[in-house]
């Protein structure tokens, strides 16, 4: 689905005297063929204006973008019976590298096709396969346990915290508290949408990527986060010192943590709910996920 956002200057006078200006505004929009009166309405409201007189607007452009979560825009006011769903997540390949450092998976069949025909009626052929990866392979889950050894391990982290999440998107390239305080972050998962992505796979993915720092977490645990995801190579700042105060802090919480996230660009601020849950692996620490989102259509 394509969504549509406008770029305009703007004057808007008041009734009660006075008046505002503004260059280059953007806001979401519900289609490219929106009308001025419409446009009008989603800029005060987006502003949250009183006594507003007019709006005049000069050198207004639809673009074709995804939208970025506009207050009182059409990612809050969606509705309908149909759902839609975004991908998050980065397909697993034989021999990728997802963390430098770390080994690539391996894939073998436990049993080929050719094998199985000697087991089954003729024309009835299966094949099981192997994998041989680390736990942080494509995009994944930590768990408390990979942090702290007293923490819950894979098997131990209840449905809610990893499942029909509300989903809060927080873009930035740096963070900090106050990134987070427009938000009501309690009981919602909080995805940091950097657009590092877009590196994957390349030399550029775990140089100077952003992360969360440690006060910036410190707030997300004590405000009640229930997970957080970020789309880069590590939420931490890898430093050669080794400290890593946002696993600490978070999994130290119970804070389930998601990495190497994708996507984010197709979610708006608020409004879709995420689905990231690993297998239920005893004394294990780390797992990939099929990480998506629901959103109303």
Known sequence: MIEHRVQFDADVTFSNGGGLQVQEFRLDIPGEDISEA?????????????M??????????ILAEAHKG??????????GNGKRLVELSHVIEEGMTTFPGLP?????????????RERYAPGTEFEIGSI??????????????HRWADGADLSALPLSSLADLPAIVVRAQSFSPLSFAPFDVAGKAV???TGWDKHW??????VDAPYLP????????????????????????MTPDGQRPAHSILLRAGIPILEHLTGLDQLPVTGARLHAAPPLVRHFTTFPVRAYAVIDA
């Open 104 to 116: 690539g998976p391996v894939l073998s069949a436990h049993l080929s096709r050719e094998a199985s």
């Open 132 to 145: 041989t990866m680390v736990g942080n392979t494509g995009t994944y889950l930590d768990s408390p346990y």
């Open 52 to 61: 507003v007189g007019a709006v005049t607007f000069r050198n207004v452009e």
């Open 201 to 206: 796979r390349t030399p550029s993915y775990a």
């Open 70 to 79: 506009s207050r009182g825009g059409p990612s809050e006011t969606s509705s």
């Open 38 to 50: 419409d446009l009008a309405a989603l800029f005060v409201r987006h502003l949250g204006l009183l």
């Open 191 to 193: 995805l940091l949408h």
């Open 214 to 237: 440690g006060d910036a977490a410190q707030y997300l645990a004590d405000h009640g986060a229930a997970l957080v995801g970020i789309d880069s190579v590590n939420i931490d700042n």
